[in-house]
């Protein structure tokens, strides 16, 4: 149990253009979901929160007009990156948090999204 | 100074050998402490949650908890070289929607 999946897993895109990523929680619901970006050989790094039905809570120095999350249902989040230039290409990995049971703050996460803007 | 703090290695040891990753932190708010293992482009897999102090053993895994010395760690026995991997501890306060405090990552590889 406790499956989280994305897609796509890798994405090639022209600079200016926008991207979506999903993130399902495939056996389980999920009324909070977290966005991470991560460098080669760096740790993750907290992008945004989000809450279905609600709007998503940004980390500081992310922009939330350029990253767009929406929380549509309790088993899907999405994340667009608009207008996206090389600078944004990165490794971006999606975690559920479930609703229903009783294990605290665990977080599982999905295989990552590799982004590569030309 | 970082809320966690994690050796980042790289960590090489002989297959079989007993692992040691530890890391510390400073926010005493902390209640769940996690581990997780990362493959390369792959996303993180949890491998141990504990709450509060104490030990947690699952099968070839022992997660210690030492909250009076805010120190956290993570044992491998008979390690394999299918254990290569970066090794994430993650840590919260209670609270139902806390966000993860993340160490920076430890590379560990086991020679065969």
């Known amino acids: 149990g406790a499956v989280v999946s994305q897609h796509p897993s890798w994405v090639i895109c022209k600079s200016g253009t926008s991207v979506k990523i999903e993130c399902r929680s495939l056996d389980f619901q999920a009324t909070t979901m977290f966005w991470y970006r991560q460098f080669p050989k760096q740790s993750l790094m907290l992008m945004a929160t989000?809450?279905?039905?609600?709007?998503?809570?940004?980390e500081q120095g992310v922009e939330k007009d350029k990253f767009l999350i929406n929380h549509a249902s309790l088993t899907l989040s999405t994340l667009t990156v608009t207008s996206a230039h090389p600078e944004d290409s990165s490794f971006y990995i999606c975690?559920?948090?479930?609703?229903?049971?009783?294990?605290?703050?665990?977080?599982?996460f999905g295989p990552g999204t590799r982004l590569t803007v030309l | 100074q970082k809320e966690v703090e994690q050796d980042p290695g790289p960590l090489s040891v002989p297959e079989g050998a007993i692992v040691s990753l530890n890391c510390t932190y400073s926010?005493?708010?902390?209640?769940?402490f996690m581990w997780y293992r990362q493959y390369s482009r792959k996303g993180p897999e949890l491998l141990m949650y504990t709450y509060s102090s104490g030990n947690k053993e699952d099968g070839r895994f022992t997660a210690q908890v030492d909250k009076s010395s805010k120190y956290i760690s993570l044992f491998i026995r008979d390690s394999q070289p299918s254990d290569s991997a970066t090794y994430l501890c993650a840590m919260s306060p209670p609270g139902s929607a806390r966000q993860l405090t993340f160490g920076s990552g430890t590379q560990l590889t086991v020679l065969p």
């Open positions: 989000s809450n279905e039905g609600s709007k998503a809570t940004y």
């Open positions: 926010n005493s708010a902390f209640q769940y």
């Open positions: 975690s559920a948090k479930p609703a229903d049971r009783g294990e605290g703050d665990t977080q599982y």
